[in-house]
């Protein structure tokens, strides 16, 4: 709303002055645990300054070398990679059926998926336990998959359902004229065309999958089937905190979602707000 | 056979297989039931032992409780493992190298026992106290005082509190593999469900008009009927065959000099036995020595009980089937009738054949959704009704029982609310945290974007992308590190706000300081998502708007009033109404910063149903706590949509 175009006019170096006080003041908090993770010591540090004095890596190698990390980190990679291939796949045909079709009971189903949302977690906790012991997964990475993917789908349907709602149908028709069938619009017209709003579902389904804790820890007794959320948890005690290789974990946790959101962090406007409502 | 009566007959069907596989969930619960007490009991017999030891002085009783926990594995097979445990080191153990001994502090597994001896610890002395606090407690719990663990091979493990004087002493822990139990199914049902509707397929056919209305009726209203005897004849076959089981593990234990038992064959009637109650419930808080015992039946010994240093522990709800008032018709039976109820009427109004039709019709539609569909149906409806339907039972005995509204009465009608348990008084916290939370995220992000939303601005590229990493950090991370940061000691405010000459502060001991500690993470890592949305909104303004404006000598407030505003509303409302929903379930930021420190007064309502179900043991309350913070969402989203039409375009 600036309608002057000097980048360096003083309105504007006050405005980038305070943004940077912002940023530094929210990113202060990570650049800490990052160095954290750099200081050998397992003690709270307690300097305020961000940069750690005698840098290492023992805590990165402690990870790999004295505790399943490793091993968490394979089964996060699996559990994530097929939630979000699951999740994706049933989102994107429950979206398209609701976006193209006229069908009975097409209104419910719209609510369902929206009502599903607002069930408090802790209500399901106690009859998914006993459903998924029923189904023989507890203590399985395949049974915490197909609960991750069922509680991804509401979010993201009604993501992509409002993004294809923006496609116009012209091309389809088009298409149908030339002979097309549903599946071949599907997965030719569809699809490619909603590239940034399937990045961003995909993205949504990733993160449940790998930030989901309590699940996790209600259904994996074995530490070989611990998923990193618990797996770290387990260095955060009740008497006393391995800090340093906490924060350590924290970071290798952290990056493939932070890096994930940078790349698609035009798609997350984009996607976030064509759909109107993300229910 | 015409529509109208292959309608019934599916209908039939489908309520017969309902029946049976709710049947075979019932069973297999029912069959680890029993298996916890079964171990159970054999960890409270050690425990007393223990007390036994403690309490007589002369010869014969030293080592006694070395002695039991040796003879357990050996008298009752399949017990792997038995031991008592004071702080870390064991009393008495079954491995005799290992009685005597500390835990491993660097072993894992040490480690977990360790946290459970002190969990149950921390139980007992919460109960004194919360008995001490809330005198309609009466003799009950309010922690269950035992801990069941399963091990991935099948074994089970409890843990019990071993008391003298009301006070904690030790923890008593059996593992034992489960004793296989045969699964029993009510066959009789399905034959007779089969035959019914063979019959009526035959008749069924040529009825028209009333008298197949009628016959339809007859056969749907037979076959309910049926199930729902059924299964409480069934249900008390099981209890019974597990009762016989457990005086079966007791001779065990009785044949191998642990105990005797006393069983005089009296006749059905002295079914009911209390030979020492579970201190989950209902009557005796301690468990009782007890002389003798009486099982009725088919118990085919005789055996004497004595009680000479040892007693038999039984839950008097599972000894005798229907002791605990007989269940009648179950929440089952009712859901059965129900579905085939419902399935009636569809048949009857020919809404089967119809959908059925639509199915044809709209193949490609349904085809489409029913992947989805089948998902959430097996896991979150199913579990979703069932979790409701929770609500309305109360465990007592070790088993559900359909109590009506009265855990949604105790919630709703509770109006002291200086307790901090009191829903009233969390449902006040909650809106406060939701209400301060939301009018941060938007109004902190709001400002941002506006200030980002500079086409000239440098390296605005930068700014954004750092004001999002809060967001991608996985927030139970977020969580835990803010934990750390309020550290009364080592945290990073309080060595500001001493660098700042002022007195640290103990943030998690009183109210407002610890309810500041979960609203600043929350905010922390809740505004970058408003910012994203309002930036997206912002883009999408044309600039010629505002140029327009400032032609016509339009303020800047009069811009962002009248124009940016506005233009806003639409992606902003439903992020807000998503916004608040997310908030008013924010489950790790309470539990895992706050904790709901000081005692309970910073948790919300989400995080009070996890402790009610996972921590006070009580499940059918914290399943009504979970139906009641549901309503008030789903009542919360339909008025704000009615007011914004904000999800209006979205079902064209």
């Known amino acids: 709303m600036n309608h002057d175009n000097n980048p360096f006019s003083g309105g504007r170096i006050l405005k980038m002055l305070f943004l940077a006080a912002v940023t530094v003041a929210v990113v202060y908090p990570v650049l800490w645990v990052v160095k954290m993770a750099l200081t050998p010591s397992q003690g709270f540090d307690a300097s305020a300054s961000p940069l750690p004095s005698n840098p290492d890596l023992s805590n990165f190698v402690y990870l790999f070398k004295e505790t399943d990390f490793l091993r968490w980190l394979l089964n996060s990679s699996v559990v994530s990679a097929t939630t979000t291939l699951l999740g994706v796949f049933l989102a994107c045909t429950a979206a398209y059926a609701l976006s193209r079709f006229r069908f009975p009971l097409r209104a419910s189903a719209m609510m369902m998926f929206l009502i599903q949302q607002m069930f408090p977690g802790v209500l399901m906790m106690v009859p998914l336990y006993i459903i998924v012991d029923n189904l023989g997964l507890l203590d399985q990475l395949l049974g915490l998959t197909l609960v991750y993917a069922t509680t991804a789908i509401p979010f993201c349907v009604w993501m992509l359902k409002g993004y294809f709602d923006t496609i116009p149908r012209d091309l389809e028709e088009a298409a149908l004229m030339d002979g097309a069938t549903p599946a071949m619009i599907f997965w030719r017209i569809m699809l490619p065309l909603s590239l940034p709003a399937v990045a961003v579902t995909a993205l949504f389904s990733f993160m449940t999958a790998w930030n989901e804790f309590i699940l996790a820890a209600i259904f994996m007794n074995s530490s070989e089937h611990y998923t990193l959320p618990v797996g770290l948890k387990t260095m955060v005690g009740q008497f006393s905190t391995e800090w340093g290789h906490f924060a350590a974990g924290a970071i290798l946790v952290s990056i493939p979602v932070v890096a994930l959101f940078f790349a698609l962090q035009k798609q997350l406007v984009g996607g976030l707000t064509a759909g109107g409502v993300k229910g | ?652």
């Open chain 2, 1 to 652: 056979m015409n529509r109208a009566a292959t309608s019934f007959v599916a209908g039939a069907a489908v309520a017969t297989l309902a029946f049976l596989t709710l049947a075979h969930f019932e069973n297999r619960s029912e069959a680890r039931q029993f298996q916890e007490r079964r171990v159970e009991v054999m960890a409270r017999a050690l425990g007393f032992a223990q007390v036994q030891e403690s309490l007589r002085e002369d010869d014969a009783a030293e080592g006694l409780a070395q002695r039991f926990a040796e003879a357990l594995p050996k008298a009752v097979p399949g017990v792997e493992r038995a031991f008592l445990l004071k702080r870390n080191k064991y009393l008495a153990h079954s491995d005799p190298e290992l009685a005597d001994q500390r835990l491993d502090s660097e072993s894992l597994t040490d480690k977990v026992l360790f946290d459970q001896g002190r969990k149950l610890e921390a139980e007992v002395k919460n109960n004194d106290e919360e008995r001490e606090r809330n005198h309609s407690l009466g003799e009950r719990n309010a922690y269950p005082e035992v801990v069941v663990a399963q091990a991935p091979d099948g074994s089970v493990s409890v843990a019990v509190p071993v008391k003298e004087d009301g006070q904690f002493r030790a923890m008593a822990r059996v593992t034992a593999r489960p004793e296989e139990v045969p699964t029993r199914f009510p066959v009789r049902v399905p034959l007779f469900g089969v035959a019914l509707m063979v019959l009526f397929a035959l008749v069924g056919g040529r009825l028209k008009g009333y008298a197949l209305v009628v016959g339809g009726t007859g056969l749907t209203v037979g076959l309910v009927l049926a199930q729902a005897w059924a299964y409480r004849d069934w249900q008390d076959e099981v209890r019974a065959d597990h009762a016989q089981r457990m005086v079966a593990t007791l001779g065990q234990l009785g044949q191998a000099g642990l105990l005797e038992l006393a069983v005089e064959p009296e006749g059905a009637a002295a079914l009911p036995v209390a030979l020492a109650q579970r201190p989950d419930g209902v009557a005796a808080p301690d468990l009782k020595m007890v002389k003798s015992a009486t099982v009725a039946g088919d118990v085919p010994d005789t055996l004497r009980f004595d009680a000479d240093g040892v007693a038999v522990y039984y839950a008097r709800g599972f000894l005798a089937p229907g002791a605990a008032g007989g269940r009648g018709l179950t929440i089952w039976s009712i859901g059965f009738a129900l579905i085939a109820g419902g399935l009636f009427i569809l048949g009857a109004l020919g809404l089967l054949r119809r959908a059925g039709d639509a199915a044809v019709t709209h193949r490609n539609a349904y085809a489409y959704m029913s992947p989805a569909m089948v998902g959430m149906l097996v896991l979150v409806f199913i579990p979703v009704i069932y979790g409701i339907s929770l609500g309305f039972q109360e465990k007592q005995y070790g088993a559900f029982q359909f109590v009506g509204l009265d855990n949604f009465i105790g919630i709703l009608s509770d109006f002291d609310v200086s307790r901090p348990e009191n829903f009233y008084f969390k449902l006040g916290v909650t809106v406060l945290w939701t209400v301060s939370n939301v009018t941060l995220h938007v109004s902190i992000g709001l400002f941002l974007a506006l200030m980002l939303n500079d086409q000239f601005l440098k390296a605005k590229g930068i700014f954004r992308v750092l004001l999002i990493i809060p967001w991608a950090v996985p927030n139970y991370i977020t969580a835990l590190i803010w934990k750390g940061m309020f550290h009364k000691q080592f945290g990073a405010f309080n060595l500001a706000l001493e660098a700042m000459g002022f007195e640290p502060v103990a943030w998690f001991n009183s109210f407002w300081p610890a309810f500041f500690t979960n609203l600043s993470t929350n905010t922390w890592l809740g505004f970058p998502f408003m910012m994203v949305v309002s930036l997206g909104a912002l883009q999408s303004i044309p600039t010629d708007l505002y140029e327009a404006a400032i032609v016509d000598g339009a303020s800047r407030w009069q811009r962002f009033r009248n124009i940016t505003l506005p233009l806003l509303m639409p992606a902003l409302v439903p992020a807000v109404i998503v916004g608040t929903v997310w908030t008013f379930n924010m489950f790790n930021i309470i539990y895992l910063v706050s904790g709901g420190a000081p005692n309970g007064a910073t948790d919300i309502l989400i995080t009070d149903a996890f402790r009610w179900a996972f921590e006070r043991d009580k499940y059918g309350y914290a399943a009504a706590y979970s139906t009641v913070i549901f309503v008030i969402l789903v009542v919360f989203t339909t008025i704000t949509n009615r007011i914004t039409g904000a999800t209006k375009g979205a079902f064209e």
